[in-house]
């Protein structure tokens, strides 16, 4: 009867613990690997706006990030973009205040939800 008992509970353990541990490790990683992996490709988060940081202004004009921050004739956040084509409304000096340099009609004054953070 030894070899019998050992045959039967060698196969319980095997059947009864295999499936239950595959189930739960499938269940656990599958569903928040799925989760992380699915969101970040649907939402496609921007990399954060940088000074000196690559941006696609308005999704036409590329250009670099001088400036971040308020400004004195305007409430909120805005970013001065030096524009790499002469498409922009000043050098950098803005009603008489240089927030940064950059040659005359290559820097744009826009709000950070205006520019798209690209790679370099």
């Not at 084509?85 to 205040?97: A, D, H, Q, S």
Request: charged content about 20%; glycine content about 16%.
């Amino acid at each position: 009867g030894v070899g019998a008992d050992a045959k039967t509970s060698m196969g319980n353990g095997g059947l009864g613990s295999t499936p239950l541990t595959g189930y739960s490790d499938d269940f656990e990683g599958g569903a928040s690997e799925s989760k992380s992996t699915s969101v970040p490709k649907a939402k496609r988060p921007q990399p954060p706006l940088e000074t000196g940081g690559r941006v696609l202004v308005r999704e036409t004009m590329p250009g670099r990030v001088h400036f971040i921050g308020e400004v004195h004739y305007a409430k909120g956040e805005w970013c001065g973009v030096e524009l790499d084509e002469p498409l922009g409304k000043n050098n950098g000096t803005i009603k008489g205040v240089s927030y940064f340099s950059c040659e005359h009609q290559h820097g744009i004054m826009v709000r950070p939800a205006e520019c798209t953070a690209v790679d370099a």
